[in-house]
């Protein structure tokens, strides 16, 4: 492709650009993520049951909850990674529509457009997918929850 050619479609290219890296970005998450440390996942899991055992002998007993604490959560490498990915992808999404609207090739900004889009499909059908595999697992705890009052 001609310099002249790029230099007409400025905002095609990077959209292309900015889809192609928050696709990326997206499945490097997916593939090859978590990169920071994490807890043992049997850890954590035993951390909530007893957490919903104490709740629930508390309320048993009639004792007053204590009072919710909040954990501020800190900007590690995934919190970072898991917001860059979308952001890329409505940037490449706005540079498309910026694209079409001054009536660049429409080839190359369909392109970027469709990049972006993938890449926020991405992350939506993977925290959707979280979401659901979080709440069966919280109802295969409230299931067993006569084995964990014990």
Not at 83 to 89: E, N
Not at 131 to 136: D, F, Q, T
Request: net charge neutral.
């Amino acid at each position: 492709m001609s310099e002249a050619a790029i230099r007409s479609a400025p905002f095609s290219y990077a959209a292309i650009g900015f889809g192609a890296s928050a696709l990326f970005l997206a499945l490097l998450i997916v593939y090859a993520g978590p990169f920071a440390p994490q807890p043992d996942i049997g850890t954590t899991i035993g951390e909530i049951a007893g957490n919903m055992r104490a709740a629930a002998q508390r309320t048993l007993q009639g004792v007053p909850h204590p009072e919710a604490t909040v954990i501020q959560r800190t900007w590690d490498i995934d919190r970072i990674l898991v917001a860059s990915a979308p952001a890329l992808g409505v940037v490449g999404l706005v540079m498309a529509i910026v694209a079409f609207i001054r009536r660049e090739p429409k080839r190359a900004a369909a392109c970027g457009m469709a990049l972006s889009l993938g890449a926020i499909l991405v992350q939506v059908l993977l925290i959707a997918v979280l979401i659901i595999a979080g709440v069966m697992l919280l109802i295969g705890i409230m299931q067993n929850m006569d084995s964990i009052l014990g």
